[in-house]
């Protein structure tokens, strides 16, 4: 595809699994749809399985291969690292891309710890270079349209917020162990992986976060390592301690005033990505599902009675935030279409020179909430959000 004189950004990403192939995606198709101010370049990709990973580049349209990320960082021909490996290499990744004057995209949750986050921060900071977060929710156009509607004063006054990410994939307590599941690997469970997720929805939509006291469970203790058959006596198995939590839940209290309730799970039957939200206000609400992802239910106090009540909007329409570079009206778009929209954004971030958000000020600041949550948990008391 010829691209005139646009800056090019040549992309490194380490790790190539289910989000690599998801970015992967968004940076072949984001020059199709939109008129970005710097196009990327699928370069090359890094990971330790040499022959998954050359059949995956070729797949996937990656022009080269590295089994070490660290070559990414020293070559000449890498303007942006982007980090879709596990959260345990997040920091040490991001922080060489950093010193490297490399660009960073990095996968939710920013880090491990708020200590991490915190460095991670600071040396992209002091480097100059762009840094974004994948937070890739807050493309939808429906929920860029609820944010619009919030700013704008339609809603009025924030009263509440009610968020869920609820999941059902680890009910089988037959279901292996895997580095979601290892907090030396991950950092939290469920909080960290989906959780983070609706407190960026969150704070994006309605403010920072002040206060939060929650609660934590570890519903299946135990699993099958990894390599074992699904048994139907799984205690037979090999068996490793699941040592995150599987199910979250707290309350927060917003700096604006307005209260919040969360819940994350992977232990909702029925629940594939259910990633919805409720916010009420003085003048009208807003509802939004994932699993629904173009609609965005709206109600405003003022209608006239006997016409109460919710409606939907097909958030397709070119006035609604992205959706023109896409298809004539009603025509929907997919989960897909969010890390494209996502990458459009850090394409002219970097032509630009700025940070788009979510970026890892974002990402600190949800790492605060995140380690408040879990302090709480402990304490089982109120804790205050970035102390």
């Known amino acids: 595809m010829n691209h005139g004189n646009k800056k090019q950004v040549r992309v490194g990403m380490v790790g190539y699994k289910f989000m690599g192939k998801v970015h992967s995606h968004a940076y072949r198709d984001v020059p199709f749809y939109f008129e970005p101010e710097a196009v990327p370049v699928l370069q090359a990709i890094a990971g330790r399985n040499e022959a998954e990973l050359k059949q995956t580049a070729a797949k996937l349209g990656w022009l080269s291969c590295e089994t070490d990320w660290r070559r990414l960082i020293e070559r000449d021909d890498i303007d942006l690292i982007d980090i879709v490996a596990p959260n345990h290499l997040h920091a040490e990744i991001a922080i060489a891309a950093a010193e490297g004057g490399k660009h960073i995209l990095c996968e939710k949750p920013l880090a491990m710890t708020l200590e991490q986050a915190y460095r991670m921060r600071d040396a992209a900071k002091k480097s100059g270079v762009v840094h974004m977060l994948s937070h890739n929710y807050r493309f939808a156009p429906a929920v860029q349209y609820a944010k619009q509607l919030i700013a704008s004063g339609r809603l009025g006054r924030i009263y509440h917020l009610r968020a869920t ?66 048994s139907e006596e799984p205690d ?19 700096e604006n005033g307005a209260t919040g309730v969360f819940e994350a799970t992977r232990f909702a039957g029925g629940n594939r990505v259910g990633n919805r939200f409720e916010i009420n206000g003085e003048k009208g609400s807003v509802r939004w599902d994932m699993e629904n992802m173009n609609h965005l239910q709206v109600y405003f106090v003022d209608d006239e009675p006997g016409l109460q009540g919710f409606r939907t909007i097909l958030c397709t329409e070119a006035q609604h935030p992205f959706a023109g570079n896409y298809w004539p009206s009603g025509h929907i778009i997919g989960y897909e279409h969010t890390f494209i929209n996502l990458v459009s954004e850090l394409m002219n971030g970097i032509a630009r020179g700025d940070s788009p958000q979510p970026n890892f000020d974002d990402g600190v600041a949800n790492q605060e909430v995140l380690a408040a949550v879990e302090k709480s948990v402990i304490t089982k008391k109120w804790e205050t959000v970035g102390k």
């Open 165 to 230: 990410y609820l999941q059902d994939w680890l009910i089988d307590p037959r279901y292996p162990m895997e580095w979601r599941l290892q907090k030396e690997l991950t950092g939290s469970g469920v909080l960290g992986d989906i959780g983070s997720h609706i407190i960026d929805l969150a704070r994006f939509l309605v403010g920072g976060i002040s206060e939060v006291v929650g609660r934590m469970d570890t519903i299946v203790k135990r699993r099958p390592l990894p390599g074992q058959p699904m």
């Open 236 to 254: 037979r198995a090999p068996m490793g301690d699941v040592t995150v939590d599987d199910a979250c839940s707290f309350l927060a209290t917003f």
